[in-house]
């Protein structure tokens, strides 16, 4: 499965993003889908994902409550809603697959290239 991941950008705080992961070569539907975001000098940390069936969302709780994962069946796409963004929100963002419900990058199999999200504050 090829991943695209679009919609980043430069946005001041309390603004908000939607980012888009769309995938080709294989339906969505037998993966849970993640976001994973890598800031400067930081490790890559897990953000939120969201099993295929029956959709169940999970966050990280530093997002909780700003950002909403959601799906689009038919398009073969997932989006991240981010509002209130801050500025330790800005990272490369990162979309990615696994066969499992799980938060640990190590287990995704593949990946998008990244969206660059860049708070000014």
């Known amino acids: 499965v090829q991943l695209q991941a679009s919609g980043g950008g430069l946005v001041q705080a309390g603004g908000s993003l939607r980012l888009s992961c769309a995938a080709s070569?294989?339906?969505?539907?037998?993966?849970?889908v993640g976001w994973f975001r890598q800031a400067p000098g930081k490790e890559r940390e897990f953000v939120a994902r969201?099993?295929?069936?029956?959709?169940?969302?999970y966050y990280a709780d530093s997002v909780k409550g700003r950002f909403t994962m959601s799906r689009d069946n038919a398009q073969n796409t997932v989006y991240l809603q981010m509002n209130s963004l801050k500025s330790e929100d800005t990272a490369v963002y990162y979309c990615a697959v696994s066969f499992r419900n799980t938060k640990l990058s190590n287990l995704y199999d593949y990946w998008g290239q990244g969206t660059q999200v860049t708070v000014s504050s």
């Open positions: 969201i099993t295929w069936s029956p959709g169940v969302t």
């Open positions: 070569g294989r339906t969505l539907s037998t993966y849970t």
